[in-house]
């Protein structure tokens, strides 16, 4: 059974950094793409980077230069680094499998954790 | 950018009848590949976003065949043709032909 669960998420300060991890079980990520897609809260959902076990990673334009993504394949775990975070960060970030063998689309999500930034 | 605009924002409906929710890419969403990368997905509240439909028109394992999607280029339709209980909540239109873009959603209430 495919499973994704998120941890990390937290209260933080305007300009402090956060960590997120992404546990996965029932396939490998080093040989998926991975994605982060976030949920401002009543908001709708925005993409907000995508990884190849190519190393190729995609942003998107609002947290670029501020945010990595990466993996650790030995721990089957996907990261988010999030540095120089902003107010309009808040969000519920959901890990996401990204499938392209057959359709192109994000198959299992995980239940998300919550970013709160506010001083 | 590719733009998805979701039509209607919101929409009652009546459990048991059919409920159909509109979506618009700013551009055609065929791929070179030939395909269309169109996906539905579904956000019951409290809980993370489920697929429903991906390349237009093919159910996700598991989803019922209540669940129907159409359409082609730039303009696409998600089709509920009973209304149940467990419909409710937020459904959103995904394109990943280019890049990833999301619809803003269309909230389903049962009236």
């Given amino acids: 059974e495919v499973q994704l669960v998120e941890s990390g998420g937290g209260l933080i300060q305007p300009g402090g950094s956060l960590r997120l991890s992404c546990e996965a079980s029932g396939f490998t990520v080093s040989s998926n793409y991975m994605s982060w897609v976030r949920q401002a809260p009543g908001k709708g959902l925005e993409w907000v980077s995508v990884t190849h076990s190519d190393g190729s990673t995609y942003y998107a334009d609002s947290v670029k230069g501020r945010f990595t993504i990466s993996r650790d394949n030995s721990k089957n775990t996907l990261s988010l680094q999030m540095n120089s975070l902003r107010a309009e960060d808040t969000a519920v970030y959901y890990c996401a499998r990204y499938d392209t063998l057959t359709g192109r689309y994000f198959d299992y999500w995980g239940q998300g954790t919550l970013v709160t930034v506010s001083s | 950018d590719i733009v998805m605009t979701q039509t209607p924002l919101s929409s009652p409906v009546t459990l048991g009848q059919p409920a159909s929710i509109s979506c618009r890419s700013s551009q055609s969403l065929l791929h070179s590949d030939g395909n269309t990368y169109l996906s539905w997905l579904h956000q019951r509240p409290g809980q993370p976003p489920r697929l429903l439909m991906y390349k237009i028109s093919i159910r996700f394992s598991g989803v019922p065949d209540r669940f129907s999607g159409s359409g082609a280029g730039t303009d696409f339709t ?20 280019q890049y990833w873009t999301f619809g803003q959603g269309t909230k389903l209430e049962i009236k």
């Fill in chain 2, 78 to 97: 998600l089709k509920i043709s009973r209304v149940e209980a467990e419909d409710v909540g937020v459904y959103y239109c995904m394109q990943t032909t």
